[in-house]
Structure formats: C-alpha cells, structure tokens
C-alpha cells in the first residue's frame, strides 16, 4: 500500500492562485507543494498526473444542522440527516453543527455522537453549543464548560433573534452569554464566536446594534446569518460590514447568490462575507398568522452550485468567489490554525479536484480519496 500520494501539475488555488503546482501527501498532511516535486520512494507512492484540473481548498460548511433540524409542524416534520457522503460529493470537508429550533427532543448528546462518527469517516465536525432560545440547552452544566472542556465546541450558536420561533431574549441576556463565549473562548484557545439566527421580524439586527453600543463586545464575535432572509435584513447585513466591520453570513441558495453578487459589485469587501448551507435543516412556510403550512429540508450542495453561478454566470474570480467559501469561513471560527479552508505545506490535505467546467472529479479529505465521479 502506497505511503505517499503525489498529486502531479494542477492549478491550485489555496485560496488565491497559486499556478501550476504538485501536491505531496503523507498520511493526512500536505507535505510540500512546489513545481515538479520529484517522487519520493517509488515503490511507496502513488502518482497521478491531473493535468488541466483545478485544486481547492475542501468547502468548510458554517451552519449545519448534523442530526436534522425542524419541527415547527409537529413530529412528522423533524427533518432527516443524511450522509457524510452528500457533503464529499458537493466538495465539502468540514461542517460546523448546531441545534437550532427544537433543543427539547434534540439534544448535545446526540449531537455530539453525530460530530464524532463524522470525523471518524474524515468530514471533520465543529459543534456550536446552546440552541435557538434561552436558557441555552448545553452538554455539560454551562456553555462555557462545553467550550473549554469538549474539543469539538467552538462557540454557541444558533442563537434566533427577530423570529417567532425565538424567546424574547432581551439586550443583557444577550450580552451575558456573548461575553460567556467569548471568555471561555479565550481560556480554551478558541475564538467563541457566536451564530446569530436572523428571522423577518422588523427588529432585524437592532439587538446587534445595541450590544456593540457600550464597547466590551466586539462586532467581529458575532456572524448573523440568514442575512438575506428580507431587503431589510440584507440592507442592515451591508451596513453591519460597511458601518461596524462585521461579518455576514448568507444562506446559500438563488436568492442569497444573487445578493452576494450585489454586493461583491458594490466592492462590499469579500473578506466580510461567508456562504453556509443550513444543511439538513427545516425551511418552514407560515402563513401571515404565524401558522405551519409545510416545510422542505435544506440541501447540502447549494455551496458548490453556489460557488459555479458566480463564477461561470456571474463572472467573479475564482479566487475571489472561492474566499466565501473557505477561508473566510475558517478564520472567522478560528479554524484556519488547523489547515481548513486553505491549502498550504504542513496544512490538512482537504481539498477538490475540478475540470475545466467545475464540475468535481474527486474530493479528498484528511489525506483520503473520499469521493470520485
């Protein structure tokens, strides 16, 4: 069996271009990346020449609900998770997971055990603690024990505000558990960020606002998503970058790619902007009354037809797309210390192969040819 695989003459993008490249890999690092490597051990190293294909950064998915989501019309609406398979075959290698709705029937238990079977098969899993309302539901006693004794726990999230399905969370609640975060963030060597569910109530991101106002918290700690669930929250997601520096994340789908593409037209800075796919996750339908009237589950690859539409119909660099992605994704959630979202020497060797047309041929993760057309 082949100790080493040496990937020959891609154009590889980490996620700026890079040009014609080999890629070395040992067990599930990338060990040089450099023109015409030489084979190292013949006998023990597998050797493919790529010509003609592109190479990035494996996809890392900020917003999935790993064990399903919903419930909004009763128990037959929960949502299904499927397999780690989906997210390999649409280019993502990593996913962060959380609650979200229901934290009555779903819980961090089982959350966790999801997190640990899908590293285990290499799609590597981040967790966000608590759920939609407060009190936060969480595995140990606090949010903050969760984050610095559980590995998997990077920060909390979904947090819903400005929806019917949230609870009233007032400013000093909000507050509290934000400065919880980031504090138990800090004393674990993770960024305790936190995932802000943005409903359609007219509020919008004024709960935002207002915890930025005093100064002891960051707008960078918080990353409201759904941004482009109305014009006005999209309208306050411009603001919250052009105005406060923030980040906003949008969720992927036709809508959300035709406001990104606005916005990268009106040189909103790419840096500031990430694409999650809510995965597996509930999209209810309520009538004006606030009443169930059906619900879909949320697909997986909206990221990479996402990321297709704004290079190939929109026009948008591939590097410059690639960003909202990858590594925007990781080094908002402080992931990039571990290789996600880039490709580099000494880094995690996950990433996509594509052809010329985009469309992905195989996809590695952690070292491992874990999907092939």
Request: proline letters at 3%; hydrophobic letters at 40%.
């Amino acid at each position: 069996m082949a100790i080493f695989k040496l990937l020959k003459n891609l154009n590889v993008f980490s996620p700026q271009s890079l040009g014609k490249r080999d890629i070395l890999i040992y067990g599930t690092q990338i060990v040089k990346m450099a023109q015409d490597i030489e084979t190292p051990f013949a006998n023990e190293t597998e050797v493919a020449d790529y010509s003609g294909f592109y190479c990035f950064p494996g996809f890392v998915d900020g917003h999935v609900h790993i064990i399903g989501g919903g419930g909004e019309g009763g128990f037959f609406t929960r949502t299904t998770p499927q397999s780690e398979q989906d997210f390999f075959m649409s280019g993502t290698t990593a996913v962060i997971g959380v609650l979200g709705t229901d934290g009555i029937m779903r819980t961090h238990r089982e959350l966790l055990g999801q997190a640990r079977k899908f590293s285990h098969n290499k799609l590597k899993t981040y967790l966000m603690t608590g759920n939609y309302a407060l009190p936060l539901v969480t595995l140990l006693k606090t949010l903050q024990e969760d984050i610095m004794f559980i590995p998997e726990y990077i920060g909390i999230g979904e947090i819903a505000i400005s929806d019917h399905r949230g609870s009233g969370i007032t400013l000093e609640e909000f507050r509290r558990i934000l400065l919880q975060s980031r504090v138990a963030g800090m004393l674990s060597g993770k960024f305790g960020k936190a995932i802000i569910h943005v409903g359609g109530i007219k509020t919008g991101l004024e709960l935002l606002r207002q915890a930025v106002s005093i100064g002891d918290i960051s707008p960078h700690q918080m990353l409201p998503t759904h941004i482009s669930r109305t014009s006005q929250t999209l309208d306050e997601g411009k603001e919250w970058i052009l105005t406060y520096g923030g980040f906003i994340d949008f969720t992927a789908g036709e809508q959300a790619i035709e406001a990104i593409n606005c916005l990268l037209q009106d040189h909103v800075p790419a840096e500031k902007i990430l694409c999650s796919s809510d995965g597996w996750g509930s999209m209810p339908v309520f009538d004006e009354n606030g009443n169930f009237v059906s619900v879909k589950t949320a697909p997986v690859d909206t990221l990479y037809k996402g990321f297709i539409n704004l290079v190939t119909q929109k026009g948008h660099s591939i590097e410059t797309v690639l960003k909202l992605f990858t590594s925007n994704v990781s080094d908002f959630f402080g992931i990039s210390k571990e290789g996600y979202g880039y490709l580099r020497e000494g880094g995690i060797a996950s990433f996509v192969l594509a052809d010329q047309d985009l469309k992905i041929k195989e996809t590695f993760s952690q070292g491992e040819r874990v999907f092939s057309s």
